[in-house]
C-alpha cells in the first residue's frame, strides 16, 4: 500500500511538473523526511497524508487507493484539477458543449433502443 501511494504521489507529481521539494514545502514538511518515507516506502502520518495531498489538490483517498472519494479514476481527476484552473465563462462554454454531447448521446441511444 504505502509503494502505490507514492507511485500516485510521484506519477501526480509529474504530471503538474513540479518536485517532491515543492510539494514538501507547499505542505510544510521537511523534504528530507518526505524523502525517507518515500525511500522507504512508509506511510506518512494521517495529517500529512492530508497535507500532500492538498498541496497535490487531490485526495488522501487517490493516493491509496487510485480512486477519489467520489470513486473517480485518474483521467476524470485531472480533468476536475483542470477545471479548476479556469474562469467561470470557460467553465460554462465547457459545460455547454457536455450538454451538447450528453444530448447527442441520449438521441443515439433512444434511436438504438427503437431500433432493436
Known sequence: MAIDFWERVNET?????TTQ???????????????????K??????????????ALRTSVDYLITGKDSLGFSSPIREI??????LSGEDI???K????????RRRSQEA????VG
Open 96 to 103: 455547454a458543449i457536455i450538454d451538447v454531447k450528453l444530448a
Open 80 to 85: 476536475a484539477q483542470s477545471l479548476s484552473e
Open 92 to 94: 460554462e462554454e465547457i
Open 13 to 17: 507529481i509529474r504530471q503538474q511538473k
Open 111 to 114: 434511436e438504438d433502443s427503437n
Open 41 to 54: 516506502g512508509m506511510l506518512p502520518r494521517a495529517d500529512d497524508a492530508e497535507a500532500i495531498a492538498q
Open 21 to 39: 521539494e515543492w510539494v514538501a514545502n507547499k505542505a510544510g514538511l521537511n523534504y528530507q523526511t518526505l524523502r525517507g518515507w518515500v525511500t
